[in-house]
């Protein structure tokens, strides 16, 4: 019975070899060991450092961003579900310390350079300086704090700085408007003595309107509404005595 078992896996693993068009014999095995791997620790946990299927990762992913492979063997392995980002060793390693930890967290506590390299990652894809395959590996790996997506980031700070210039056009139509209210009570003041059509008159508002026009702020306006009423008196000083010539 053990050796029918036997002989029936052996044939299944043949018969899925030779599924895997494109592929030698060694990566469809490989292909076949990370699927198996996948299926029981999840589609983005790296497999440990040093063993053969991470050593044939760490190869193929070099030749793959060396521009060595041919398409069609990048096309078989795409197709496979090999992920052929040319993530760094380094940067592998300190993931499987965090893996490590977090499957034993009851009993250990994260030494301090994973710490550090935690805050590194979290900062990285805040900023949008991660890849989506880096993303999914720290987001399998349990860490939180990681967006789903690199643009993530991106887009909220792009919706901020939209959020801040439509606010920007808001504050100025909000100036522009009070400038020109501002100017719309001068002209008020001075409806009367236009409606006159006196000379001196006509002249006296012009010069106020002209002050008006550069109102930047409330002090500059205030000083445009004494030089009105100054104005004001002018012309009534003025109407009064054409009054008594004629």
Known sequence: AAAGV?????????????????LDRLAAEMVLSLRAFTAEFGPHIEPPMGSQLAVWLLRVRARAASGEMLETERGA??????ELEDLSPAWLGNLEKYWS?????GTLHAPAVITEWVRDQR????????????IRRLRAAG???????????????????????????EAARAEA???AKAELH??????????????VAVAAVAAVLAAAA????????????????????????AASAEGNKE
Do not use: Y
């Open 214 to 237: 550069v109102v930047q702020d409330e002090w500059e306006l205030e000083l445009v509404l004494v030089e009105a009423e100054a104005a004001t008196a002018r012309v009534a000083v």
């Open 6 to 22: 036997a002989a029936g896996t052996a044939a299944s693993t043949l018969l899925h070899l030779d599924t895997l068009e494109g």
């Open 143 to 169: 860490m939180l704090g990681v967006p789903e997506h690199p643009q993530d980031f991106a887009s909220r700070m792009l919706a901020e700085a939209e959020a801040a210039a439509e606010a920007a056009v």
């Open 101 to 105: 930890v977090k499957q034993h967290r």
């Open 77 to 82: 392995l795409a197709s496979a579900g090999v």
């Open 123 to 134: 900062r990285a894809a805040e900023f949008g300086q991660l890849t989506l395959a880096q």
């Open 186 to 199: 001068i002209c008020d003041q001075f409806a009367t003595v236009l409606a006159g059509e006196s000379p």
């Open 177 to 179: 408007n009070a400038k």
